[in-house]
């Protein structure tokens, strides 16, 4: 005999799932953020010249809370839809946009490789867009919650060119944390 749950029911299992999504995707984005220092407490970035647009360093861990709420909520909404047959795709291809995400800030803050920083960021908006679209093939709602996302990363990607452009040579800028070299 197959019963159908009710809606508290439902309500209550997507609950599950977002308890243990959201904090995973902070944790995930918290460690990525301390991996390096980052804003003002970067030496490289702080001696940078910064597009007009940048926003101060406090709006920075905002957004990206906001957005780590956002997009965990969607990906425990995919997990909870369980008839969909798409469910293992669209959770892998969040994954991947993720792992994407967690190498930018090492790669940018950590590493200062701005070329690089903006394939990477090329490529998270690429399966970002394809996670959205999975997402709400699945879960309409889902993919809506990671439109914020998509709009962050296009103006990061905007931001990190304009300091590429501003700041020909940057790598060289300051040394890395891991150089051993002293500047006078």
């Known amino acids: 005999m197959r ?13 599950r799932w977002a308890v243990v999504t959201v904090p995973f995707i902070l944790l995930l984005g918290f460690t990525s953020a301390r ?3 980052t804003g003002s ?17 406090w709006a920075f861990p905002v957004a990206w809370i906001v ?29 991947a946009q993720m792992a994407t995400n967690l190498v930018w800030t090492p790669l940018f803050f950590g590493a200062h490789q701005i070329f690089w920083s903006l ?3 090329g490529a998270m908006f690429a399966l970002t867009f ?18 914020p996302y998509l709009g962050w990363i296009v103006f990061a990607g905007y931001l990190t060119y304009m300091i590429g452009e501003l ?3 940057a790598e060289t800028l300051v040394p890395s944390s891991t150089s051993t070299q002293i500047i006078r």
């Open 167 to 169: 700041n020909p040579g």
């Open 41 to 57: 407490a970067n030496r490289w970035y702080a001696a940078l010249v910064k597009p007009a647009e940048t926003p101060p360093d």
């Open 67 to 95: 957005i780590y709420v956002l997009i965990g909520l969607a990906l425990a909404m995919v997990i909870h839809a369980r008839g969909s047959t798409m469910r293992g795709a669209a959770v892998a291809l969040f994954a």
């Open 3 to 15: 019963e159908i749950a009710s809606k508290q029911q439902l309500r209550l299992a997507f609950m």
């Open 35 to 37: 991996s390096v220092p």
């Open 119 to 121: 394939i990477t960021l």
């Open 130 to 147: 394809a996670t959205m679209i999975a997402f709400g093939r699945i879960r309409t709602g889902a993919g809506l919650l990671m439109v």
